[in-house]
């Protein structure tokens, strides 16, 4: 039974075909392609509501009581007075959209009190949430995958988590023959907050249009930035 399943003439040829495949990927190259901008320079040095930072502190229930009070026990230490929960600080800074999908991706930094970068987060709006510490950030981080493939990932060079560092995104072109784009981008703080800029640009949004064939997702035909 086996030997006719792998002397059929047409498994016989997809095997072939899958080898070659492998083959053909495993001596993938990569290719700096510059982004796509969708809007005018003067649109996109506008403030983006979306880019508004979210600040969230949690506050112990000592420290509620108190303030409901608004009075403090004598008795307590000042060490105890003193005791706070740190301040978790988000900021938006870009949404990933791909026509191939209707799941989008937030790309999100995490802050502390000093508006230090503590990590990078990815938030799908199915709910999912990846966090990436910043010890792992000089490593390729997957930021959108679809049907198993890895269509967005970003590297951080020489990360410094208070100028950050500049950026490489990544994504396949062609799957069926290994190729691979990437254009350079910079997470900057600037004007007293952080964002992503490439060309000197600020961007918000990065929309992926998917490449084909016969209905089958192969690649990424460009990224667009706004």
Not at 48 to 76: F, L, W, Y
Not at 101 to 126: F, G
Request: with cysteine.
């Amino acid at each position: 039974m086996i030997s006719i399943l792998f002397c059929h003439p047409y498994n016989i040829w997809m095997f072939r075909y899958l080898a070659i495949l492998l083959l053909l990927v495993s001596c993938s190259t990569t290719d700096l392609q510059p982004p796509v901008f969708m809007v005018s320079e003067e649109a996109s040095q506008q403030t983006v509501q979306d880019n508004q930072v979210k600040t969230i502190q949690a506050k112990s229930t000592r420290r509620r009581q108190s303030q409901t009070t608004n009075s403090i026990d004598a008795n307590e230490s000042d060490e105890a007075l003193t005791q706070k929960e740190p301040l978790t600080t988000e900021v938006k800074l870009a949404t990933i959209t791909t026509d191939y999908t209707e799941r989008t991706y937030d790309l999100i930094l995490s802050l502390d009190e000093n508006k230090q970068v503590t990590a990078i987060k990815t938030k799908s709006n199915k709910g999912k949430v990846k966090n990436y510490p910043v010890h792992v950030l000089n490593k390729q981080i997957v930021l959108v995958k679809a049907v198993g493939v890895s269509l967005v990932t970003l590297l951080c060079r020489d990360f410094n988590q208070t100028s950050g560092c500049a950026i490489e995104i990544e994504y396949p072109s062609n799957l069926t023959y290994g190729k691979f784009l990437r254009f350079e981008s910079n997470l900057v703080y600037q004007n007293d907050q952080w964002q992503l800029q490439s060309q000197n640009r600020q961007f918000t949004s990065m929309h992926l249009v998917a490449k084909k064939v016969f209905g089958i997702l192969i690649g990424v035909e460009r990224i667009e930035l706004r």
